[in-house]
């Protein structure tokens, strides 16, 4: 009788059904072949991303040259981030809203960093909250927000080109408590538009201009500014060589609107 269960030397094969123990059982799911380990948030085989992500006093949170896919927003209250080449995405599975927060801090880096559908309709995709001019944040790209695309609240961070595409409130929103530059700004918004692209506070600088570009539909009956500059200063709007600018609206000129007849 030839017994399939037994190895050519009469031996037993072992759980993973090899007889050369070419393939074992191992990881942190005990399968067989398995290489998986436990991530830092504690996950088999996870990517860091499933962590309650508040990064509060004495801790930091790190990601270089990843796409993380959240399943909690990240708020960071006195603790530290060094976010470089990344891009950030919601889980499918994510059940709660999903927005990176910085608050206050020092020493923290945010560099070619894409945030991608983040934020809900009253949560923007990001906000900076009173934090200083001891951190860096350049190439930072948010698309497709779900409502304001960045806002800053006081402080005097410096942000260096920012850009912005396809929010679904406002693109950026700073308040009158806000004092630092924002170098380079770039708008990409496509569809109806009910209101400013951004606003600015009355201390805010923006150097390098605001570059501009896309198919806006505008409502002519909605009363709005294109662009809310509440003191404000912008060194000028454009729009890029590569790109162009499509404005329409319902708004009917009349020949006695053009013309002074007398």
Not at 3 to 16: E, F, I, Y
Not at 28 to 35: F, L, M, W
Not at 120 to 148: H, Q, Y
Not at 155 to 172: D, Y
Request: charged share 20%; net charge negative; glycine share 12%.
């Amino acid at each position: 009788v030839n017994d399939t269960t037994k190895c050519a030397d009469g031996s037993t094969p072992n759980d993973c059904g090899v007889c050369d123990g070419s393939i074992v059982k191992g990881g942190c799911d005990n399968e067989c072949g398995s290489t998986k380990v436990l991530d830092d948030c504690n996950e088999c085989g996870g990517n860091n991303s499933t962590c309650t992500n508040e990064i509060t006093q004495g801790e930091d949170l790190n990601y270089n040259g990843q796409t993380i896919l959240l399943k909690r927003p990240i708020e960071v209250d006195g603790g530290s981030i060094n976010f470089e080449n990344v891009i950030f995405k919601i889980h499918p599975d994510a059940t709660e809203d999903i927005y990176i927060k910085v608050t206050g801090g020092t020493g923290n880096i945010m560099k070619n960093v894409t945030l991608e559908g983040l934020g809900t309709d009253t949560i923007p995709a990001l906000t900076f909250d009173n934090v200083g001019n001891s951190n860096t944040f350049a190439n930072i790209t948010v698309k497709d927000s779900e409502s304001i695309g960045t806002n800053v609240i006081g402080g005097i961070v410096n942000l260096e080109n920012l850009f912005i595409e396809n929010a679904k409130g406002k693109s950026l929103v700073t308040d009158n408590d806000y004092s630092g530059t924002i170098s380079n700004l770039e708008l990409v918004t496509n569809g109806q538009l009910n209101d400013s692209l951004i606003t600015l506070g009355e201390n805010t600088e923006s150097t390098g201009g605001i570059a501009l570009s896309g198919a806006i539909s505008i409502d002519a009956t909605a009363a709005f500014d294109l662009f809310s500059l509440e003191g404000g200063v912008v060194s000028e709007i454009t729009v890029p060589e590569s790109k162009k600018l499509v404005i329409s609206s319902n708004l009917e000129l009349k020949l006695k609107d053009l013309m002074s007849i007398s």
